[in-house]
Nanobody, 123 residues
Framework: QVQLVESGGGLVQAGGSLRLSCAASGLTFSTYAMAWFRQAPGKEREFVAAISSSGSSTRWADSVKDRFTISRNNAKNTVYLQMNSLKPEDTAVYYC????????????????WGQGTQVTVSS
């Protein structure tokens, strides 16, 4: 019933930008904290950024701080990840996740996950 659908991935050159979207359905979106994770081939899934249900609190991984921005539009049931100054090491499948609190989604222990969208950054 709950669905999280990521979109916006693609191939970009280093230094470029992408905006990922995660459209949620089957849940009361405005009550859920959201987060983005990513996973590159041969690597563990890693935390990228998280946002509280209201959007008042955000967290970032050190590797993306000052380059990525997480935001949400509760009226559209959508969370975004604006990625700027992309680097080849940002190449990964990016996943959206939903949970009951920002601490839950940041830990990666949230219940709901999307299928992921591929981001490839060429050098």
């Amino acid at each position: 019933q709950v669905q999280l659908v990521e979109s916006g991935g693609g191939l970009v050159q280093a230094g470029g930008s992408l905006r990922l979207s995660c459209a949620a359905s089957g849940l009361t979106f405005s009550t859920y904290a959201m987060a983005w994770f990513r996973q590159a081939p041969g690597k563990e899934r890693e935390f990228v950024a998280a946002i509280s249900s209201s959007g008042s609190s955000t967290r970032w991984a050190d590797s993306v701080k000052d380059r990525f921005t997480i935001s949400r539009n509760n009226a559209k049931n959508t969370v975004y990840l604006q990625m700027n100054s992309l680097k080849p090491e940002d190449t990964a499948v990016y996943y959206c996740t939903a949970g009951t609190a920002i601490v839950v989604v940041t830990s990666g222990r949230s219940s709901y996950w999307g299928q992921g969208t591929q981001v490839t950054v060429s050098s």
